[in-house]
């Protein structure tokens, strides 16, 4: 197949062909026989996205190779991964799969034990234990190195679509940004930022997605500085349709990132390593206790199945100097 010249993304050929005859293959495993091995390796592209603390949020293309989690893991490292959306599998006919891939196709496929177009990875460029992973996978790093997936499927060309992966290693925990590929975080280097509404007042109006771990305002704040919010609009929650405004709703969610505050509210933080949460609901008056980025969320610990936007007026009021 073609060769993938994105940031983040390995020709297949590398790990799913030429690592074949570097490393031997395991029983059940495999099924498909690679090219002799190349005198040099190609170095794997650096990552598109940025992990913070541990934890990556990312998007794999349908069309794409194996795709870095920019996470380096340890030999008996805990990994846990979380993945959402659909591909549209074009040897398929265009037919819909999500991460747990296709139980009945008989498409050729890396790992035999694993369904064909199931979300799969691997640990290093130079590695052909191939892990399934599908929605929700947790397991022990057998070695050492960098993370990849991609789907359990030998011809990615055609496919369309893309799949939200969230990783996570050992106990790490903050905050993890699951934003598209042209927003990033504000650092050097970073895209321009979303497209935003500034009123005559200094207010900045920014659109808030319940599917994405934070969402950047693009906004830097000093220490003691006031931050004003108003927030309008619905999110739904789940696929049982509990849908809540700004102010949030009353169900159940161990997992929230505020325990005490309603699920699905809108909430703020400060900088990139920081998990002290700030509850905003659909009107909120806080003091900066540090300075940095701010970032706007929701109340909720799964954000796989969520839908709608909330609408945020951002107006800062400046510590006096």
Known sequence: MASCDKPGCLVRATVAGALLALSPVHAGDQNIQGPPPHAERPKPPQPANRPVNGIASFKLGGHQDWTSSGLEVKTGELVKVRAWGRIRIAALGGRLVDPNGAADSSLPKLMASAAPNQLIAVIGDDNNEYIAVG????????????????????????????????????????????????????????????????????????????????????????????????????VSLDLAGHVC?????????????????????????IGVDNNDFVFVGASGRFVATRSGLLFLGINEEDLTNNSGALSAKVRVEKAPK
């Open 135 to 234: 929605k929700d996978a947790e397991f022990r790093a057998s070695r050492a190195g960098t993370l990849y997936f991609t789907l359990n499927q030998l011809n990615t060309d055609g496919n369309d679509g893309d799949i939200d992966i969230r990783v996570q290693l050992g106990t790490a925990s903050g905050l993890t940004f699951g934003q598209p590929s042209s927003i990033g975080l504000g650092l050097p280097g970073d895209s321009p930022p979303p497209v935003a509404s500034t009123s005559p007042d200094g207010s900045k109006t920014i659109e808030v997605s319940p599917k994405l771990d934070w969402t950047n305002t693009y906004i830097n704040v000093t220490r003691g500085d006031i931050i004003v919010i108003q927030a309008s609009g619905a």
């Open 245 to 269: 405004g700004p102010d949030g709703t009353s169900i159940k969610d161990p997992g929230k990132l505020i325990p005490e505050k309603p699920t699905g509210a809108l909430i703020a933080v």
